[in-house]
Every structure is written in C-alpha cells, then in structure tokens.
C-alpha cells in the first residue's frame, strides 16, 4: 500500500508539471474552453444539422434535475443544471442568418440564450412559449420526444401534454420528433472539439500505462482491485472523473474458459496478479464535456522473460487487424449493421474470429450516433444499428478476436478499445493504438 501510495505522489508531480504546460487544465481554464466551445458548435455545427435535417425550430425543456440530455449539452459551463423550468427555443431565420436562441426563462442563460419571457407580463410560462412560435410561424418544430434514443427522448410526458396543449390549433401539426436533430448536434464535433479530445485520449492512456507497470503492480502481491481503485483515485487527484466504474480482468493458463460477462462485471475480488498473466482494462474519463473509452493489455513477465510469448503477440496482432478491417469500411452513409457485417464478413474469411461491439463517443460514453454490433447481438441491432455514419464523428472502436492457444489450451481474447475521429474519409486515432503489450516485471526478473 505504501508503494501505491509512494506511486500515486510521483505520479501526480509529473502532471503537476504537465499542468503549466496545459494538458490538465484549471477549472476557470476548462470553463472557458467549455464556453468557447459551445459558441462555436451553435455558430457551425447547429446551423447545419437544422438544416441538413429541415427543421427550422427546435424547442428543447427541462425542468430542475430532471434535465433533458440534449439541454444539458446546451449550458454554459457555470450552469450545473437547468433552473426552475427552462424552456429553449432555436430558430433558424434562413441561409445566411445565425440562429436566434431565446430562452423562455426566469434567466438568460448566460451569453447562450437571451431571456424572452417576463413573467410579470405574462405570468403562464406555456402561453409565453407558444406566443413566440406564433411569432415566428415556423414550418417545422421539433420535440425531444423518441422511441428508440434515450438521448433524444428528454421530454416528460407531462412537459408534453403541456405542451402540445398550449399551441394554437394550426401549429399541432407542425411538431416533429427532433431524434435525428438531437443525435445530429449530440455526435458531430467541432473543430475546437477535435483540438482537446486527442489530449483527453492521452491523459487515459498515460493513466493506463502508469496503471500497467511496476510502480502500480507487484506480480504477486497487488490485486486487481488495487489496480482499479488506482485509476478511481488517480482520476479524481487529477481532477477529472470517470464515467464508468474501471474493470482490471485476468486471462491465464488454466482450465477457465473466457466469460464475457464475468470479464467485465462479476469478477472475483482480491484476484492477485501473477507472473505468466495477462491484464486486462477497461477504463473512461471525463473532461471538458467529453469522453474517452480505452481497453488495454499487459502482460507480467515469467522470471527470465524479457518479452511477452509470441503466440499472445500473435492473437493481439489478430485484434489489431480486425481493427484495420473495422475502420477501413467505415463509410459516410453506410449504417451500423453494414459496417458491422461487412467488417465482420472480411474478418472470418482472413480467419480471424471477431467480435465487434463498437459505439459512437462524445457527450457521452455510450453515446449518440450509428451502433456497430453488440457483443450479445453479432447479427445487428435494430434501429440504432440502422443508423447512419456521418462525417465528424468520434468512436470508441471496441473489439475482441479469440485466438486459439494451445500453449494454453484455450482460446485468448484479446479485447481492445481505442478512440477515433472520423472525418468522412478516413479514420484516425486520437493518440494512437496499442500494438505491444505493457510489461510488467516479477521480482526476480
């Protein structure tokens, strides 16, 4: 415990020092990239999708901790939640014309949406929303409201009827679900987005690499557990938060056969690493209102080895193909379940055994955009999978190939997840991808 202890202070020094050099940020500094951010996407990225998708109003409510997730995405940094009942209104006045942004409010909220209701003027909230939609005589007007996205569902069934209720007879017929707007702005990054999210995908990486190494493990002693509450603590001393709990998982040559579901949930506590083992870790953090979702490998030496066996080198280079095979179909227009059976249709034939579970990244770990498999559904997911892929999008390329090792008489999984941008060309990932193994040492080597 003492050396955890030792490693997390020298650990927390090196980013200290990284700090002036801006990789981890003040809160005042995030606040402003935050904020500058979000100026941009309404000025670029909203403008399009309205458009790409006809709709030219969007009218998005929350009421106080019960936030719409699309609101949330749509606050100034200093804003941890709606307030009261915020009602946003967007309106695109046409080509050419930024969007008018009014909030139908006790507040502004902040530079992001001006105030347009005075309650002492008109004390129903409802009325004042739908005497600004009368206004504007839009032909369109879309409603957070879905069947099948949770993230484009975020309007109550009450907020609905109110609603729905309150407009003027002519204009019923003009509210759309906004699900294709909702995921539209929810997946599509900005240009200021994709200059932060690569150091985001690295601060994870480092925090794995420090996580998968001799300052964190002692084959023999240091648990899987240790390991996770590692990379919990490591994350918050740097400020930053996780998404989901961590998994650390063990493959080793014994008699038990891989299980998915015990690899990432029901796993033994107090399962002490050993020397000839290989690790596994699942692990996401937050910053800057994104995401990263990165699964890693690590193999701890057998006394005298100075290099993993190459037969679990071969098994990783088979799940870095699958990689290639994945990210090379990828295709503006295409859906999820064609990536997904195309991808898994070119892997069988080279032989390789796939399993495919990969998911859009942003906003949200498991977030809005076309889904590519599930590792229980390798034939496709409905609607979701059906989804098409648009350009400027980040995924968290999430994958297994199964090895067959006699060494060890069993098959190996090697699951790997790494984060990408796609630009509606090509894919690159954001800092790279593991195609060693980390090493650890046992005492003796």
């Known amino acids: 415990m003492r050396a955890l202890l030792v490693c997390s202070m020298m650990f927390l020094y090196v980013y200290s020092s990284a700090n002036a050099e801006g990789e981890i ?28 998708e006809n709709i030219d109003m969007w009218v998005i409510m929350s009421r106080e901790y019960n ?44 530079d992001s949406f001006e105030k347009a209701w005075d309650k002492e003027k008109q004390p129903n909230q409802f009325k004042a929303l739908a005497d600004i939609i009368e206004k504007r005589n839009p032909k369109k007007i879309a409603i957070n409201v879905s069947e099948d996205f949770a993230l484009a569902d975020g ?21 759309v679900s906004g699900e294709r ?20 995908t690295q601060i994870g990486h480092n925090l794995i690499a420090t996580a998968f190494s001799n300052e964190v493990v002692t084959p023999g002693v240091t648990t899987t557990d240790d390991v996770i509450w ?26 038990e056969e891989f299980d998915q579901i015990k690899a990432f949930s029901k796993r033994p506590e107090k399962n002490i690493i050993q020397p000839g083992d290989l690790i596994h870790v699942d692990f996401g953090i937050t910053y800057l209102r994104l995401n990263t979702d990165q699964q890693q490998h690590a193999y701890i030496l057998m006394p005298g080895e100075t290099d993993a066996p190459s037969y679990l080198k071969k098994a990783l280079a088979n799940a870095n193909r699958l990689q290639d095979i994945l990210t ?24 390789i055994k796939p399993a495919i579970y990969t998911h859009p990244l942003g ?13 229980d559904a390798q034939e496709g997911v409905p609607v979701k999978g059906d989804y098409p892929m648009y350009e400027n999008t980040v995924y968290s390329i999430e994958l297994n190939a199964a090895t067959m090792v006699k060494e060890w008489n069993k098959e190996v999984r090697i699951m790997l997840e790494e984060d990408a941008f796609f630009d509606g060309k090509s894919v690159s990932y954001l800092d790279g991808r593991q195609t060693k193994f980390h090493l650890i040492s046992s005492p003796s080597n």
């Open 25 to 52: 940020l003040s809160m005042k500094a995030r606040s402003d990239i935050i904020d500058q951010t979000l100026s941009q996407r309404f000025e670029t990225v909203l403008p399009h999708i309205m458009r790409r």
């Open 67 to 110: 936030e719409d997730p699309v609101l949330k995405t749509m606050l100034p940094s200093t804003w941890i939640s709606a307030r009261r009942h915020t009602m946003l209104v967007i309106y695109d006045k046409g080509e050419g014309k930024p969007l008018e942004r009014l909030a139908v409010a006790r507040y502004a909220v902040a």
């Open 155 to 175: 309007m109550s069934s009450s907020e609905k009827s109110k609603f729905m209720a309150s407009l003027p007879d002519e204009f019923e017929s003009r509210v």
């Open 181 to 200: 707007l909702a995921i539209g702005w929810l997946e599509t990054r900005s240009d200021m987005e994709m200059e932060y999210y690569p150091i985001l």
């Open 230 to 255: 590692w990379l919990r603590d490591q994350t918050t001393a740097l400020g930053l938060t996780n998404w989901f709990h961590p998994t650390v998982s063990i493959q080793r040559a014994d008699t």
């Open 328 to 351: 090379g179909n990828f295709s503006e227009g295409l859906s999820g379940n064609e990536i997904l059976m195309r991808s898994r249709n070119q892997a069988i034939s080279e032989g």
């Open 363 to 375: 906003f949200h770990g498991h977030a809005a955009g076309p889904t590519i498999g599930m590792w």
